[in-house]
């Protein structure tokens, strides 16, 4: 990720939340890949760019294999689902 992601980076998730800097994207895309261990990004659009900016979009699949640990400690279980 430190090829294609700058120090400074900020992402914003589906669910609204976001992060600031590449160390906490990293943890986040880790809990991700933990519920859904083949999440994979079949495509993305460069929106928009200027001088040392861009702004990108992306779509991940993955399936649904492994339980999901939300932010209150609420587990889900997987239902196999894509």
Request: glycine share 10%.
């Amino acid at each position: 990720m430190k090829k294609s992601h700058a120090p400074d980076i900020i992402v914003h998730y589906p669910d609204g939340s976001f992060t600031k800097g590449l160390a906490a994207h990293i943890e986040k895309s880790k809990k991700i890949f933990q519920f859904a261990p083949d999440t994979r990004n079949l495509i993305y659009h460069v929106r928009i760019g200027q001088g040392k900016y861009t702004a990108v979009t992306g779509v991940w699949r993955g399936t649904f294999t492994q339980p999901m640990v939300l932010a209150d400690g609420t587990v889900i279980q997987p239902n196999g689902k894509i």
